[in-house]
């Protein structure tokens, strides 16, 4: 067994029982020296920098996708749905009536929907009236 004693004077003493194994001393390779351990400092510094740069990264582009939510869950609220299909819809009328004033005399808006695949009821149209609901 080692037995390593610190003493005040900042010594270290070592005592070997006859149990201790004999340890043949490893050899320092040549260029371990001061430079070298100051190059080894210097290396595992710049790793240390590129591992907490990434880890910067990371968190920024972490926090740019939060607040992409969070913008898009501000953005996308139901209390101004119905408003919102309002202003679809009247703005959906003008179009429809802009394009039958421009459209052969024999085109009626029941047509138009009918070309383009859009469903009365979805634009408010009330075809026995031959209006829109919102009108």
């Not at 006859?18 to 340890?23: A, G, H």
């Not at 582009?61 to 749905?81: F, Y």
């Not at 004033?101 to 009236?129: C, F, M, R, W």
């Amino acid at each position: 067994d080692v037995v390593v004693v610190d003493v005040v004077t900042g010594t270290v003493a070592v005592h070997y029982t006859l149990d201790t194994p004999i340890l043949k001393p490893t050899p320092t390779p040549a260029g371990d020296s001061i430079h070298g351990r100051e190059e080894k400092e210097e290396q595992a510094q710049r790793t240390k920098h590129r591992l907490l740069a990434r880890k910067r990264e990371d968190l920024r582009h972490r926090q740019r996708r939060l607040l992409m939510v969070k913008k898009h869950r501000e953005k996308a609220t139901t209390a101004t749905l119905p408003a919102q299909i309002e202003k679809w819809r009247a703005v959906c009328a003008a179009s429809i009536r802009q394009l039958q004033e421009l459209s052969p005399p024999s085109a009626t808006i029941v047509s138009i929907l009918a070309h383009y695949g859009i469903e009365q009821k979805l634009v408010g149209y009330n075809p026995d009236e031959d209006l829109f609901i919102d009108e």
